[in-house]
């Protein structure tokens, strides 16, 4: 079946410029993560979504950074007055469904390069 | 969640088992060992996981020792697609504990 994806597959704007970045999960996973990868660094986490509760944003770096889940599937991730530092690989993963499927599958990333 | 220690690198020839080492020796009971990939510029990619019994996949193989205290991820046969960073994690399995965090993973380099 399909998998996560994401778009832009990458997007270059100014520093002080907002950006949305969106996540469509596999259907009928009720969890989805934000993470971002910057270069040579591993994976930090930036928020969790799992059904209706409460999103954990305890990875957010700055009140910059929001999400939201709409309908319980696509995800957008806002960054608002970009920074250099924001530039980074954005990955959403989604897990969950039918069997109890934890294990997370991730989608191909955001390039986002602030200039 | 508990800590892992991998080498940085590896580097195995194609066609070979590729036996990857994972020590994690303060795993509670509760948590699983799982690895996942990632290739150049590519999203990382689950590959197995297990918590006490030895696992196997279509892609890989995992030989958790009796004390839970280190594991092993087994390519079978190598391929050149196969070079990737590979990361060994022990985690809770669901909630909000469930995010994963990678730290520098092992390089393998399968030659031809």
């Known amino acids: 079946g399909a998998g996560v994806s994401q778009s832009p597959s990458n997007k270059v704007t100014e520093k002080g410029k907002d950006v949305e970045l969106r996540c469509d999960p596999i259907?009928?996973?009720?969890?989805l993560y934000w993470y971002r990868q910057s270069l040579g660094q591993g994976l930090e986490f930036l928020i969790y979504f799992q059904g209706n509760s409460a999103p954990d944003k305890s990875g957010l770096p700055s009140d910059r950074f929001s999400a939201e889940r709409t309908g319980g599937s696509v995800s957008t991730l806002t960054i608002q007055r970009t920074q250099q530092e924001d530039s980074a690989v954005y990955l959403c993963?989604?897990?969950?469904?039918?069997?109890?499927?934890?294990?997370?599958?991730f989608g191909p990333g955001t390039r986002l390069t602030v200039t | 969640d508990a800590k892992t220690t991998q080498p940085p690198s590896m580097d195995c020839a194609e066609g070979r088992a590729a036996n990857l080492p994972c020590n994690h020796s303060t795993i509670s009971g509760n948590e699983y060992v799982y690895w996942y990939r990632q290739i150049h510029s590519q999203g990382p990619q689950y590959i197995i996981h297990?918590?006490?019994n030895n696992e196997t996949n279509e892609m890989a193989s995992l030989i958790i020792t009796e004390d839970r205290k280190s594991s092993t991820l087994i390519l079978p046969h190598a391929t050149l697609r196969d070079t990737a960073v590979y990361y060994c994690?022990?985690?809770?399995?669901?909630?909000?504990?469930?995010?994963?965090?990678f730290g520098k993973g092992i390089t393998l380099s399968v030659r031809p």
């Open positions: 994690i022990v985690r809770v399995r669901t909630g909000a504990n469930s995010k994963l965090t």
């Open positions: 259907s009928g996973h009720t969890a």
């Open positions: 993963a989604s897990s969950g469904g039918a069997g109890y499927r934890y294990e997370q599958y």
């Open positions: 297990g918590l006490k």
